[in-house]
Nanobody
Framework: QVQLVESGGGLVQAGDSLRLSCAASGRTFSGYVMGWFRQAPGKAREFVAG????????YYADSVKGRFTISRDNAKNTVYLQMISLKPEDTAVYYC????????????????WGQGTQVTVSS
């Protein structure tokens, strides 16, 4: 079992920045691919960013490339999502997830999910 707890969400204005954190406990964190997903009201959950176990490879949705950065600190069992130049369309609940399959964009490949943290971007 892996327990994931997100933090760092909030209400910001367009153009602002936020850093989300996801703290993991349980089995060996460094053995998991980690991903960030988001879900806006009335919409399906969508992939945002993913990172491999060592952090050597990162992946992004086209909508966030150049604005969001995923990183991880295996010593701290934490994955981060740095978000800059936020837009109103980034408003959603953001979830982190842990999995063992390298196809990071597919939510079905993740076995463990956090409870989510709300990000609201006002115009």
């Amino acid at each position: 079992q892996v327990q994931l707890v997100e933090s760092g969400g909030g209400l910001v204005q367009a153009g602002d920045s936020l850093r989300l954190s996801c703290a993991a406990s349980g089995r060996t964190f460094s053995g998991y691919v980690m991903g960030w997903f988001r879900q806006a009201p009335g919409k399906a959950r969508e992939f945002v960013a993913g990172i491999t176990q060592s952090g050597g490879s990162t992946y992004y949705a086209d909508s966030v490339k150049g604005r969001f950065t995923i990183s991880r600190d295996n010593a701290k069992n934490t994955v981060y999502l740095q978000m800059i130049s936020l837009k109103p369309e980034d408003t959603a609940v953001y979830y982190c997830a842990a999995g063992l399959v390298a196809a990071v964009a597919n939510p079905r490949n993740y076995a463990y999910w956090g409870q989510g943290t709300q990000v609201t971007v006002s115009s």
